[in-house]
C-alpha cells in the first residue's frame, strides 16, 4: 500500500449497561449472580480500525445520528491529514444521509466511502473488535451507572490504544504488517474499488 493512501474499516456500536451473561468458571455448588437494577443505560461508540497497523479512532457520542457520525469522519480526517483515505462502511441509514453526502460535495477532503454487500458484518474486521470490547466490558459484569460503562469503555480503549499487535491479532489481521501483504492489499483495493465504481456500489 502506498504510504499516502490509508484503508479503514469504521462501524458503531453500543455498550449497554443490562447483562450480557456468558459462560464463565465457577466453584461447585456456588453458581455466579449478576446483579441488575432493573433499567439501562448505553454508551455509543463509533470507531475506525486502521487492518495494516492496528490503530483504532474510536469516539463516543451521546446518540446514533448523522451528525454523530459526521463528527467522527472529521476527527478520522483530522488523524490522517494528508492521507487518502478509503473508508469501508455498512448500509446503516446514517452513512447514506443527506447530509453526509454534503458534507462529502462541500469538503474537498481526500475521503472515498465504500460500501459492503448488505447484510455481511463477517467482512468487516471491526466487528471482531466490538466483540472483544463486549466480552471485557459487560460479558458477566454489572455497572450501577453510566458513568460506570464510561470508565469501562475509556479503560478498554486505553488498552488496545497500546497494544496494537494484539488488535490485529484478535482481528485475524497480524500477517498485514509484512509490506508484501499490504502491497497486495493496497492492488486488490484498488481493483475492487474500480470494479465497484463501474457497477454504482461506490458512492462518492
Known amino acids: 500500500m502506498t504510504d499516502d493512501m490509508v484503508v479503514l474499516y469504521a462501524d458503531e456500536t453500543h455498550i449497554r449497561s443490562y447483562q450480557a451473561l456468558r459462560a464463565t468458571w465457577a466453584e461447585v455448588g456456588k453458581q455466579k ?16 480500525v486502521n487492518v495494516p497497523d492496528g490503530k483504532v479512532v474510536v469516539q463516543q457520542a451521546s446518540a446514533c445520528n448523522t451528525g454523530s457520525f459526521l463528527e467522527v469522519v472529521q476527527r478520522i480526517l483530522q ?5 487518502y483515505v478509503l473508508l469501508v462502511l455498512d448500509n446503516a441509514r446514517i452513512h447514506h444521509a443527506k447530509q453526509v453526502q454534503e458534507f462529502l460535495r462541500k469538503h474537498e477532503e481526500p475521503i472515498m466511502f465504500f460500501f459492503l454487500p448488505p447484510y455481511s458484518p463477517h467482512l468487516n474486521p471491526i466487528e471482531r ?26 479503560s478498554f480503549l486505553e488498552y488496545i490504544d497500546n497494544h496494537c499487535e494484539e488488535v490485529l491479532q484478535r482481528l485475524g489481521c497480524a500477517c498485514l504488517r509484512s509490506r508484501n ?24
Open 33 to 48: 449472580q449478576i446483579p441488575t437494577y432493573g433499567h439501562h443505560a448505553s454508551v455509543t461508540l463509533f470507531g475506525a
Open 79 to 83: 488523524t490522517y491529514q494528508g492521507k
Open 129 to 154: 473488535l466490538w466483540k472483544w470490547l463486549k466480552e471485557s466490558v459487560i460479558a458477566n459484569r454489572f455497572h450501577k451507572d453510566l458513568h460506570a460503562i464510561e470508565q469501562s469503555g475509556n
Open 181 to 204: 501483504v499490504k502491497l497486495h492489499l493496497y492492488k486488490y483495493w484498488m481493483y475492487l474499488c474500480y470494479f465497484s465504481h463501474m457497477h454504482g456500489v461506490i458512492k462518492l
